[in-house]
């Protein structure tokens, strides 16, 4: 089985930042095809940023340009740097592998004050 812990997650103000992290273990042997997912109050999981290639990486419409993905095989962990955040961006954060998904973590809440 594969454990996914999600943490970073704040209360923050319009315009900043924060970085995001999931750390993987247990029988996973590589952090490719991983992804962040996003879900708003009321509103279903959605895609937020996720490399399936190395080097190739996908971003949301809403998100591209103030938010960026990264992993570190090495420590089996997953980032995601998010700047000039928006009250739109809040939500609850999951990482999971991307088209077949894992058991899914608790996530990290991001709230956005305006």
């Known amino acids: 089985q594969v454990q996914l812990v999600e943490s970073g997650g704040d209360l923050v103000q319009a315009g900043g930042s924060l970085r995001l992290s999931c750390a993987a273990s247990?029988?996973?042997?590589?952090?490719?095809?991983m992804g962040w997912y996003r879900q708003a109050p009321g509103k279903q999981r959605e895609f937020i940023a996720g490399?399936?290639?190395?080097?190739?990486?996908n971003y949301a419409d809403s998100v591209k340009g103030r938010f960026a993905f990264s992993r570190d095989n090495a420590k089996k962990t997953v980032y995601l740097q998010m700047n000039s955040l928006k009250p739109e961006d809040t939500g609850v954060y999951y990482c999971?592998?991307?088209?077949?998904?894992?058991?899914w973590g608790q996530g990290t809440q991001v709230t956005v004050s305006s």
């Open positions: 247990g029988r996973i042997q590589s952090l490719n095809s």
């Open positions: 999971n592998r991307i088209g077949n998904p894992f058991s």
């Open positions: 490399s399936v290639t190395a080097g190739l990486t």
